[in-house]
């Protein structure tokens, strides 16, 4: 089973339903000054390449009821209406979990910190280091947490996420477990194997 | 010259830049019950339909900087955000209008009601009576505003949507001015001449 989680990074994680292992993780980097149209278009396109190359079974993706502000809120939505699109134009169903679902189904406990996510992260896909954005752990925690639920997640129901998809910061980008590698020597066209 | 306003009904006005007319009129319905993210791409793809249809030059869109509270503006902003990517997608410039300028450049006052909107609408597009739909009337009316301001409007900058696509309500779809015909007459395949 392979998953894709978008939380507003992406990471994809294979798993035998005993052991998992990650396929690729990173964050979507637009321009900042370009039109805003334009920067959707980005995520769009880019999140549709992504779904092309690692073909998942399904896609997970953080619900939330809560932003900072009804700018912030309008933000979201926009770039999480456009990666919801690529996934359902793609065939693919959507899960959607609330944070404290996540959090319970890796760290086993829903108000967990960051850190111990990440640590969780780590040690569950058998990485070398934990992913250095918070957005790629956060998109690899639900889809891990997809898994974990024997794919129960409510199913395309709720409707928010937690946080744009990242226009900026660092990159992790992943081809292998363990390994990451800069943004630039990831190429959409590029086939990623099942391991 | 030929617009389609989006707000949060679509509506396309056609102009010599003296005259206008409208070519259609309407608000996309999608299935109340099914999962949030089939209703996206169900307005994505009428829109993109429309845009094939319709042929505009460009696309008018109103921007908001308010909502109800979070949960509205999250939802609109997912509308919003496929709305534009439609057009983005047909290499369509999108321009942006607050509330008041639309109202000014329809009405000449920046705090018009919405029943002065909708008879200037009727006016100025000679129709034998006013759109039913104010989500209509309302796309009639930022196209109008964009043809009016001769398309110096905010490209692609700003954000926001007053209000989500409309999910329900009548359907005042007209393939030719003034003659309202039912949503169930239209086929998106139907190509529309320009009169």
């Known amino acids: 089973m392979r998953v894709l989680g978008i939380d507003p990074g992406y990471g994809c994680v294979e798993s035998d339903g005993r052991r998992h292992r990650m396929v690729i ?32 079974d399904c896609v997970a993706i953080e619900n939330l009821f809560h932003a900072t502000n009804v700018r912030s809120a309008l933000l979201l939505g926009h770039a999480r209406g456009v990666a919801m699109l690529a996934a359902v134009q793609a065939g693919l169903s959507i899960a959607e979990y609330t944070p404290a679902e996540i959090k319970r189904a890796v760290v086993g406990y829903g108000r967990a910190e960051k850190p111990q996510v990440q640590r969780m992260i780590k040690l569950l896909l058998g990485m070398e280091r934990a992913p250095a954005s918070h957005d790629a752990a956060d998109a690899l925690a639900v889809a891990i947490c997809h898994i974990h639920s024997g794919g129960a997640g409510k199913k395309g129901q709720a409707l928010f996420a937690r946080a744009p998809l990242s226009s900026k910061g660092t990159v992790p980008f992943c081809l292998e477990p363990g390994r990451p590698t800069s943004w630039r020597s990831y190429r959409p066209g590029r086939r990623l194997s099942r391991a």
């Open 25 to 56: 993780c990173g964050t979507i980097q637009t321009s900042a000054t370009g039109p805003f149209s334009d920067r959707l278009a980005s995520i769009h396109g880019e999140l549709a390449a992504l779904i092309r190359d690692c073909a998942p």
